[in-house]
């Protein structure tokens, strides 16, 4: 007997509704097996319940699904940002709360953020053209709600006590992002090493966070 998942076939204009399916069953597939290897147009196929040629009509090849696939993580890391710090006001609580909602993502869903970070290509700029604009890269929306943080934390007293560095906002969204980034990829593959406290580390690390005002 197969094991394949049958669906009802779309209505006309319901193709956007297969898309969202076919990645929704490609991510499921990621997670299933924790590697992009198992991201293949036969399994997406049969994991959807739908047949393989029916995938052209929304993704050229397993790239584009993959590409996909990373486009949604991003976004679902973006939506954990907004969503954890939605109705806070204190700037110095507003950052710690991104930094732990940054952390919480990489932890809970460590497949999809490996993928998205390391797959190749993630980086570049999803518009042509010689100039990078940070809109149009993958996960750029995440990122300038950290920069937005940093700038709102280094005007309050707390982080201009008399120590304020001179680096920018973005610099210092930065430096923070690499940390944050280096602590949820180290810890996950070098479990053994005796990593501090992830509050302890947070505190060091944004007391190092001094942007100038």
Same mark, same amino acid.
């Given at each position: 007997?197969?094991?394949?998942?049958?669906? =009802?076939?779309?209505?006309?204009? %319901?193709?956007?509704?297969?898309? *969202? %399916?076919?990645? /929704?069953?490609?991510? /499921?597939?990621?997670?299933?097996?924790?590697?992009?290897? @198992?991201?293949?147009?036969?399994?997406?196929?049969?994991?959807?319940?739908?047949?393989?040629?029916?995938?052209?009509?929304?993704? /050229?090849?397993?790239?584009?699904?993959? *590409? &996909?696939?990373? &486009?949604?993580?991003?976004?679902?890391?973006?939506?954990?940002?907004?969503?954890?710090?939605?109705?806070?006001?204190?700037?110095?609580?507003?950052?710690?709360?991104?930094? %732990?909602?940054?952390?919480?993502? /990489?932890? +809970?869903?460590?497949?999809?953020?490996?993928?998205?970070? *390391?797959?190749?290509?993630?980086? $570049? #700029?999803?518009?042509?053209?010689?100039?990078?604009?940070?809109?149009?890269?993958? !996960? +750029?929306? &995440?990122?300038?709600?950290?920069? %937005?943080?940093?700038? $709102?934390? +280094?005007?309050?007293?707390?982080?201009?006590? +008399?120590?304020?560095?001179?680096?920018? #906002?973005?610099? @210092?969204?930065?430096?923070?992002?690499?940390?944050?980034? !280096?602590?949820?990829?180290?810890?996950?593959?070098?479990?053994?090493?005796?990593?501090?406290?992830?509050?302890?580390?947070?505190? =060091?690390?944004? &007391?190092?966070?001094?942007?100038?005002?």
């Amino acid at each position: 007997m197969s094991s394949e998942t049958h669906r =009802t076939r779309n209505r006309r204009g %319901e193709g956007s509704r297969l898309r *969202g %399916e076919i990645i /929704a069953a490609a991510t /499921a597939l990621l997670e299933q097996a924790g590697s992009e290897d @198992a991201i293949t147009l036969r399994g997406v196929a049969r994991q959807a319940g739908v047949s393989a040629p029916s995938i052209y009509a929304h993704f /050229a090849d397993r790239e584009e699904i993959i *590409g &996909a696939v990373v &486009a949604r993580a991003f976004a679902e890391l973006d939506e954990a940002l907004v969503t954890t710090v939605e109705g806070e006001t204190d700037p110095a609580r507003r950052l710690w709360k991104l930094c %732990e909602a940054y952390l919480d993502f /990489a932890e +809970g869903k460590p497949h999809r953020y490996r993928v998205a970070f *390391g797959r190749h290509g993630t980086a $570049d #700029p999803t518009t042509t053209g010689s100039a990078t604009r940070l809109e149009d890269l993958s !996960g +750029g929306r &995440a990122f300038t709600r950290l920069i %937005e943080a940093v700038a $709102d934390y +280094g005007k309050t007293d707390r982080a201009n006590d +008399g120590t304020a560095g001179s680096q920018s #906002p973005q610099v @210092a969204a930065t430096a923070l992002w690499v940390a944050l980034h !280096g602590y949820a990829s180290l810890t996950a593959s070098v479990p053994l090493f005796p990593w501090p406290d992830r509050r302890e580390m947070l505190s =060091t690390l944004l &007391a190092s966070i001094t942007p100038a005002p």
